[in-house]
């Protein structure tokens, strides 16, 4: 069972950055599609972003395109986003999870999470 630890939330201001990590154990991370989720309160976890096992294609949800980066890590066996211009509508619990590449739902357990705070 791969075993997932996001870090990196925080509170910031608007048009702020925070770079969120997500630690995973297990080996095979190195050939995982891997995705950033997000819950808002009173809402439903939704698709952020999404990368191919070799970080060699990326995807975005479109609220998020232009702002926000993922990247993969294999050596280090961890995913991050990096989130800038931040806006208020990014609060929320950040999750990273196991995913198939192209469709926007996880397929692996979930984190903790990383709360994330956007004040305006």
């Known amino acids: 069972q791969v075993q997932l630890v996001e870090s990196g939330g925080g509170l910031v201001q608007a048009g702020g950055s925070l770079r969120l990590s997500c630690a995973a154990s297990?080996?095979?991370?190195?050939?995982?599609?891997m995705g950033w989720f997000r819950q808002a309160p009173g809402k439903e976890r939704e698709f952020v972003a999404g990368i191919r096992w070799n970080g060699g294609l990326t995807d975005y949800a479109d609220s998020v395109k232009g702002r926000f980066t993922i990247s993969k890590a294999n050596a280090k066996n961890t995913v991050y986003l990096q989130m800038n211009s931040l806006q208020a509508e990014d609060t929320g619990v950040y999750y990273c999870s196991a995913i198939r590449y192209g469709i926007r739902a996880p397929i692996g357990s979930w984190g903790q999470g990383t709360q994330v705070t956007v004040s305006s």
């Open positions: 297990g080996r095979t991370f190195s050939t995982t599609d």
